[in-house]
């Protein structure tokens, strides 16, 4: 009894020292989500990890274990890529392969096999690291679809004990997917790994969080045309079978991408399929001849060229699909093609180094890349001089048994290598992007993750917005849940800008004769709604006391540090500050804004415009407005904007740019001032321009870019929303678009509005946009939990 309670407190210990398990790795859009931000990691391959937790030899196995997944864990390297288990044992081709074997033999599975795995798990866990599983391989180093051919007579002894030739091979691996009991065979393995139970843990494996997903076969390929019907058939059928034993955790097929498929439509196809969660490419320069013989230093401009060219066909793909990719294998030989651990390895890093920066591109830029996995890591281990092959009883390393040991591997020794990994993975084990974080990085949680699907948002299409859309619209104001777009459309805008202005003078009204009251309340809604809020500010002229429009000259540098009206600015801002601050819901939850300051910076009209202030000066009362706000009074529940009115070049919109640490959106602000068909013309062009000199912009200094403001009063052509601003957004990729606002009946007695209301002309035209692809509003917007 004694020994029993003992054994049950040593069992609640070890639980309870176990580290509290992340969530499941999960898909949203192109995009990995883990713990509710976006999930992007450096990886590699470790495919004999579940092998060293079974060896006796507790230094050559567990202990080796734990120092070379701590030594991954410092370099920045979370994400495993393993085998599952080998099929048969002994030589196949003339090679000796991976052991012990899973599958014993046909049908019959080692029980102790996956006791390896359960350490690995639990190991992985410990370090909070995730590991993808490659359930067979299409390759003879672990017994793999040959194995099942063998087993099955499709494959002679006379053919199986020898090295066979290229040509033959394809013809005998083909044969896997037309064969019934091969495929049956597979799919017990497929049942017993992924039903296992962690015998540790007593966690079963489709509910560990540490398994991110489960992966048909290392490199599946038709081989020949013949099969390719069978091969689709076959990816689908694994894919649900895997779903209907594991419906949580991710599925992806393993292949290297077209050049395994031989066909991009296929490659297509098969991704296509609704069980398979995310893409996958391998690129092996040598493999694919990119390079001649061994002159890997002459043929690096060919190398880096075609894997560009290769990778960017996968990511418009994955673009296509909407789902993450990754590129979970790719190597290149150490100089001059040696197989010495102490060689050095010149190009392997420059290649390295190119594949990480288009993947931290990617990560910056919330672009479907989301994963790189380098081949391989070999650990401690070390390659024995003057023998190349693999023999049995050797050190497992990264190039698996039918390779050059030490071709690819990289080791903790490679030193170089490291400094290069390090430069880019530093960090990515933590799920938010810790180097691509709001100018704001104490912003709240809520703000980061409004930044961060904000960019994502990008690829699924534009938000429209608009101005004081709940308040007021033509003919009515201040009626509960009324709005002209949702008259209009039955929907809600997914933008709702707001104006502060004269809220730096105390009243409880702004410019427009808003209740600073009414405005709080219709905020929250917004929010609730799971929308988006953005604020400007026509503030009065501080050296005037006159309005925004009162461009006296030097009023910008009467309100820097040092200003005879700096302090009267800092009352105005507290102001700002305070009705921030007071945006809270009913639990006390701040509410993100997008604040838009000093708009239309380059026009003359307001007192900051183009003539009235020198760049510098402007640039100076930016920081100064944003570090008052966020590092003095302690905001935190803001992203900042930055906007100008219509520009002709790059170089005009960033002459008064104040830099990368100072804003999070950069925007424009565009209105058609001509009609018929010459103004509707000059409209799309300039527009278009302008739209693509702004993505160009944001995406070199990784912001968010924006259409902050538009219109067309009285939008008097009947078409101008399909026909006109339609075709000025096409193809371009912004976060939202803002309508100014319909104001309603002026004391002349004429209406001022910028979009359409029941009865208006171009009403049934902006319902047509209102249902085009791509665009956005309320109910779109809902279903994307940008606070989450």
């Known amino acids: 009894m004694i020994k029993n309670l ?95 074997p899973l599958q014993i033999k046909e049908g019959v599975f080692d029980p102790g096999y996956l006791k390896g795995m359960d350490v690995l798990l639990t190991e992985l866990a410990k370090r909070k690291m995730t590991a993808v599983i490659y359930l067979s391989n299409n390759w003879n180093w672990s017994g793999g679809f040959l194995q099942y051919l063998k087993w099955n007579g499709l494959i002679p002894d006379s053919a199986f004990n020898k090295d066979i030739p290229w040509g033959e091979l394809g013809n005998y691996t083909s044969k896997f997917y037309d064969c019934e009991k091969c495929k049956a065979d597979y799919f017990k393995q497929v049942k017993y790994i ?57 599925v992806t097929t393993g292949t290297e991408g077209y050049m395994s498929t031989e066909s991009i439509q296929l490659y297509k196809d098969v991704h296509n399929d609704k069980n398979i969660d995310y893409l996958t490419i391998h690129i092996w320069p040598k493999n694919w001849s990119w390079f001649k013989g061994k002159d890997i230093a002459g043929g690096m401009d060919s190398v880096i060229s075609k894997t560009i060219t290769y990778l960017n066909v996968h990511k418009k793909i994955a673009e296509e699909l909407n789902e993450p990719l990754v590129i979970e294998e790719f190597g290149l030989p150490r100089d001059n093609h040696s197989y010495d ?239 921030i601050v007071s945006l809270k819901t009913k639990n006390s939850v701040p509410v993100p804004v997008i604040l838009r300051l000093f708009h239309e910076l380059n026009g003359n009209w307001f007192w900051w415009g183009k003539d009235h202030c020198t760049p510098e000066e402007f640039k100076k009362l930016w920081q100064f407005t944003v570090s008052y706000l966020r590092d003095t009074k302690h905001i935190r529940q803001l992203l900042y904007a930055y906007n100008t009115d219509r520009f002709s070049s790059k170089e005009e919109y960033l002459l008064k740019y104040p830099g990368d640490e100072w804003t999070d959106v950069v925007g424009f602000d565009i209105y058609q001032r001509n009609g018929g068909a010459d103004g509707n013309a000059a409209f799309i062009k300039d527009a278009g321009n302008m739209l693509t000199m702004l993505e160009e912009i944001a995406s070199e200094r990784n912001k968010i870019p924006a259409l902050t403001e538009f219109g067309y009063a009285k939008v008097p052509d009947s078409s101008w929303w399909t026909q006109v601003f339609l075709k000025a957004l096409d193809h371009h990729k912004i976060c939202y678009a803002l309508a100014w606002r319909n104001a309603g009946y002026m004391p002349s007695g004429e209406a001022e509005y910028y979009l359409p209301f029941k009865g208006q002309q171009s009403e049934e035209d902006f319902i047509k946009f209102y249902k085009t692809p791509g665009i956005l509003f309320q109910k779109d917007i809902t279903k994307e939990h940008l606070y989450k």
């Open 6 to 100: 003992f054994v049950l407190l040593c069992a609640v210990l070890f639980f309870k020292i176990l580290p509290a398990q992340s969530e499941l790795v999960k898909i949203k859009g192109s995009q990995f989500y883990l713990d509710g931000h976006p999930f992007y990691y450096v990886g590699t391959n470790y495919w004999y990890g579940s092998v060293l937790a079974l060896k006796k030899d507790k230094q050559k196995g567990i202990d080796r274990l734990r120092q070379e997944l701590d030594f991954l864990k410092s370099h920045g390297v979370t994400n495993i890529r393993i085998l599952g288990g080998a099929e048969g044992k002994g030589l196949i081709n003339g090679v000796q392969r991976v052991g012990p």
């Open 194 to 250: 992924v039903g296992h139970t962690n015998s540790i843990t007593n966690k079963k494996y489709s509910e560990d969080p540490t398994i991110m997903a489960w992966e048909i076969a290392n490199e599946p390929r038709p081989m020949r045309s013949s099969a390719i019907n069978f091969y689709r058939k076959f990816i689908s059928n694994t894919a649900s079978l895997i779903k209907k034993i594991d419906s949580h955790h991710l």
């Open 341 to 579: 651990i102490d060689s050095p390895t010149t190009y392997r890093d420059i290649y390295y180094t190119k594949i990480l920066s288009e993947w931290l591109n990617s990560k910056r830029t919330s672009g479907p890349l989301a994963g790189v996995n380098f081949w391989a890591y070999g650990g401690i281990a070390k390659p024995i001089k003057g023998q190349i092959m693999w023999k049995e009883g050797d050190e497992y390393m990264g190039d698996p048994p039918m390779e050059e040991q030490g071709l690819n591997t990289v080791f903790n020794s490679d030193k170089s290598t490291w400094n290069v990994i390090d430069s880019f993975s530093k960090n990515t084990n933590k799920n938010l992007l810790t180097d691509d974080l709001p100018i704001d990085k104490r912003a709240t949680q809520h703000v980061i993750n409004l930044y961060h699907n904000l960019k994502r948002l990008q690829k699924k299409g534009i938000m429209f917005g608009h101005q004081d859309d709940l308040a007021y619209g033509v003919g009515w104001k201040y009626i509960p849940g009324k709005s002209d777009v949702k008259e209009v459309t039955g929907d809600y805008p997914a933008v709702h800008g707001f104006e502060l202005g004269r809220i730096e003078l105390g009243h409880p009204v702004n410019l427009d004769s808003m209740p600073f009251d009414k405005m709080r309340k219709y905020i929250l809604q917004v929010y609730e709604r799971g929308g988006v809020v953005t604020l400007s500010w026509h503030l009065n002229n501080p050296l005037t006391g006159k309005t925004a429009w009162n461009a006296a000259p030097g009023t910008v540098a009467s309100i820097l540090p040092g200003g005879e009206r700096n302090e009267l600015y800092k009352t105005w801002l507290d102001k700002v500050a305070d009705f």
